[in-house]
């Protein structure tokens, strides 16, 4: 189960890679947050070596795409009430 989590992040992160697209990036975050979900129902001492594999896994980049995550999502939320004729 650890296994498709973690083959599901690295997927979408290579497609995250290849495309400019803030849904895939989020896409991308949607998926690590599975990860994590999923993880903290690990014993203890598996969750260790599973959050070290983990950083293994995300690129540099990382930090960055969340928080353009973030960002987009903040503009999303300021956009809701406007209505374009």
């Known amino acids: 189960m650890l296994d498709r989590h973690i083959n599901n ?3 979408s992160i290579q ?3 290849c495309q400019d697209d803030i849904d895939i ?3 991308a ?3 690590m ?3 994590i979900s999923f993880i ?3 014993p203890e001492a598996q ?13 540099m980049e ?3 795409w969340m928080e353009a995550c973030r960002y987009s999502e903040a503009d999303a939320v300021k956009n809701q009430g406007v209505t374009v004729h």
Not at 49 to 58: K, Q
């Open 62 to 64: 990382w930090p960055i």
């Open 29 to 31: 975050r949607d998926n």
């Open 9 to 11: 992040l690295q997927a």
């Open 33 to 35: 947050n599975q990860l």
């Open 40 to 42: 903290t129902t690990l």
């Open 47 to 59: 969750q260790q070596a599973a959050y070290r594999h983990v950083d293994g896994v995300l690129p």
């Open 25 to 27: 990036l989020c896409m």
């Open 15 to 17: 497609w995250a890679q």
